[in-house]
């Protein structure tokens, strides 16, 4: 694969996902970062502050501290404190939050159906471990 096939394939898949969970978004009166926010603390539930979002996602910290603000206005997540750690804001989905989160994943699913939709299973093996090589030469390279 050559450099430029990369980008355009990253380009041409972020297109169709924002294809699939637009409808979301507008269903909901939600920014695409909102929705993403919603959507990844209810798929990693083991990153629940905001410095994980932005570590994970590659978002920017000032995006992420406004959608948090208006998610938790809304009523869609709430922001606590540990008692052993007072520094550290946690997030937790509400039950408002549910139906956001259904019909967003029902879109990821949407999406992936899409990508996949020629793939044998066998296919689909076999690009998750070339994508685990991936992860692994990355997390070599970086020592």
Not at 31 to 55: G, H, K, V, Y
Not at 100 to 116: H, K, M, P, T, Y
Request: charged residues 25%.
């Amino acid at each position: 694969m050559l450099p430029g096939e990369f980008w355009d394939a990253q380009h041409l898949i972020l297109n169709v996902y924002n294809k699939c969970t637009s409808s979301v978004c507008i269903r909901y009166n939600l920014t695409r970062m909102e929705l993403d926010i919603l959507l990844f603390l209810a798929n990693n539930p083991q990153f629940d502050t905001a410095s994980d979002i932005i570590e994970r996602r590659l978002l920017t910290k000032s995006h992420v501290s406004t959608s948090v603000k208006t998610l938790a206005e809304r009523g869609f997540l709430t922001r606590f404190h540990t008692p052993d750690n007072h520094k550290t804001i946690h997030l937790s989905l509400c039950a408002a939050a549910d139906p956001v989160i259904s019909d967003g994943r029902a879109a990821q699913n949407d999406f992936f159906e899409i990508l996949f939709s020629d793939f044998s299973a066998k296919d689909r093996q076999m690009l998750r471990e070339y994508l685990l090589k991936i992860v692994r030469n990355v997390k070599t390279s970086q020592g």
